[in-house]
Antibody, heavy 124, light 107 residues
Framework: EVQLVESGGGLVQPGGSLRLSCAASGFTFSSYWMSWVRQAPGKGLEWVANIKQDGSEKYYVDSVKGRFTISRDNAKNSLYLQMNSLRAEDTAVYYC?????????????????WGQGTMVTVSS | DIQMTQSPSSLSASVGDRVTITCRASQSISSYLNWYQQKPGKAPKLLIYAASSLQSGVPSRFSGSGSGTDFTLTISSLQPEDFATYYCQQSYSTPPFFGPGTKVDIK
């Protein structure tokens, strides 16, 4: 079964740090771009970061640049998100998602597999 | 960055109704448009990719259309399990932003 399982969420004070993990199974992890997407309570979906198969390319939403770092360990089939200098506005459910290339008439990408999410609360 | 908008933000409908949700991109994105369904407390689920291609396992009552800047998601006959929030998302360029969502609830 194709699966993504996040862990590492919790309550952290403003300015603190947290490291999220995502364990992948059921597919060849090293063949896919991977992403983090978050959702603040009662709000919509916000893409946070992407990482290429070999980790050589990484992209971030402007609001987390310089504070968050996405990384992966293909030998462990794992994706990570190191979050530093956390702010109240980072409070959200963080989803790990597979960013899959799909070839039809065009070659496109979509988030086709999602984890169940892990809650991060930034509060004093 | 390409911004996405959706309309309406919410709608009320009855089982059996035909429902249409609109998504607009701030610039042309060809057919690089995906649709997701999210139920409360659950992760999103991919419904449609490349504007009109149905993801495996998704019922055929869901369909997508459009290209350029204007797109629609149609549910031909709303079922009880379709009450959820629907998001569009552009895959034309990074950042792959989502629309704000359309909540479909029971009339």
């Amino acid at each position: 079964e194709v699966q993504l399982v996040e862990s590492g969420g919790g309550l952290v004070q403003p300015g603190g740090s947290l490291r999220l993990s995502c364990a992948a199974s059921g597919f060849t992890f090293s063949s896919y771009w991977m992403s983090w997407v978050r959702q603040a309570p009662g709000k919509g979906l916000e893409w946070v970061a992407n990482i290429k198969q070999d980790g050589s390319e990484k992209y971030y939403v402007d609001s987390v640049k310089g504070r968050f770092t996405i990384s992966r360990d293909n030998a462990k089939n794992s994706l990570y998100l190191q979050m530093n200098s956390l702010r109240a506005e980072d409070t959200a459910v963080y989803y790990c998602a597979r960013w899959t290339m799909i070839v039809v008439v065009i070659t496109t990408y979509a988030f086709d597999i999602w984890g169940q999410g892990t809650m991060v609360t930034v509060s004093s | 960055d390409i911004q996405m908008t959706q309309s309406p933000s919410s709608l009320s409908a009855s089982v059996g109704d035909r429902v249409t949700i609109t998504c607009r991109a701030s610039q042309s994105i060809s057919s690089y448009l995906n649709w997701y369904q999210q139920k409360p407390g659950k992760a999103p689920k991919l419904l449609i990719y490349a504007a009109s291609s149905l993801q495996s396992g998704v019922p055929s009552r869901f369909s997508g259309s459009g290209s350029g800047t204007d797109f629609t998601l149609t549910i031909s006959s709303l079922q009880p399990e379709d009450f959820a929030t629907y998001y569009c998302q552009q895959s034309y360029s990074t950042p792959p932003f989502f629309g704000p969502g359309t909540k479909v609830d029971i009339k």
